[in-house]
T-cell receptor, first 114, second 114 residues
Framework: NAGVMQNPRHLVRRRGQEARLRCSPV?????VYWYRQLPEEGLKFMVY????????ESGMPKERFSAEFPKEGPSILRIQQVVRGDSAAYFC????????????FGEGSWLTVV | DQQVKQNSPSLSVQEGRISILNCDYT??????FLWYKKYPAEGPTFLISISSIKDKNEDGRFTVFLNKSAKHLSLHIVPSQPGDSAVYFCAASVGETSGSRLTFGEGTQLTVNP
């Protein structure tokens, strides 16, 4: 998986709490993506970021979800006031700039909302 | 609107035989296609890709075939090995460069029996 690091690997939250998922891309990769996999489904694109910029957030739910990729530090996917339907595996991926669109995934963060 | 479809949720093959995984797409703008392999509780791992200017790409035991007129691609694994048992995702994008969002199919669970 080319070194994309995600944490936590597993997160349990009660309904209404906040979930924060972190992703450190492969060293030298300037593009970060977040995908979500709901149970029994394929991966769905959520957001594409470059350093300090959200490039495409067309897959993000309109409310409660936000993402950032600051100049320093990991990318963060934040889910406020979680609901049971947010329970899923969240995968971060990264790629270098200007290369073929082959992205490398992290091992995922499994969010369970109870 | 499922633009990339993998109609077989599962496939079982004998070790040493050929595995053929199929994928259909509806968006004629897609011009770059990838296959990912995923083990339980891990992130997807890139396997092989193909650009729409080609109809075949081969890498070791893995070959991807693209039929643009039928909007169909397939992944051939030969010979199949027990370690190939995993979920295989087909993905497509508009544009080959980094940043083009990937649209995934639902996945096919491949089981290779010893």
């Amino acid at each position: 998986n080319a070194g994309v690091m995600q944490n936590p690997r597993h997160l349990v939250r009660r309904r209404g709490q906040e979930a924060r998922l972190r992703c450190s891309p492969v060293k030298g990769h300037s593009h970060v993506y977040w995908y979500r996999q709901l149970p029994e489904e394929g991966l769905k694109f959520m957001v594409y970021l470059q350093k300090e910029n959200i490039i495409d957030e067309s897959g993000m739910p309109k409310e409660r979800f936000s993402a950032e990729f600051p100049k320093e530090g990991p990318s963060i996917l934040r889910i406020q006031q979680v609901v049971r339907g947010d329970s899923a595996a969240y995968f971060c991926a990264s790629s270098p700039a200007g290369r073929r669109n082959t992205i490398y995934f992290g091992e995922g963060s499994w969010l369970t909302v109870v | 609107d499922q633009q990339v479809k993998q109609n077989s949720p599962s496939l079982s093959v004998q070790e040493g035989r050929i595995s053929i995984l199929n994928c259909d797409y509806t968006n004629s703008m897609f011009d770059y296609f990838l296959w990912y392999k995923k083990y339980p509780a891990e992130g997807p791992t890139f396997l092989i890709s193909i650009s729409s200017i080609k109809d075949k790409n081969e890498d070791g035991r893995f070959t991807v075939f693209l039929n643009k007129s039928a909007k169909h691609l397939s992944l051939h694994i030969v010979p199949s090995q027990p370690g190939d048992s995993a979920v295989y995702f087909c993905a497509a994008s508009v544009g080959e460069t980094s940043g083009s969002r990937l649209t995934f199919g639902e996945g096919t669970q491949l089981t290779v029996n010893p």
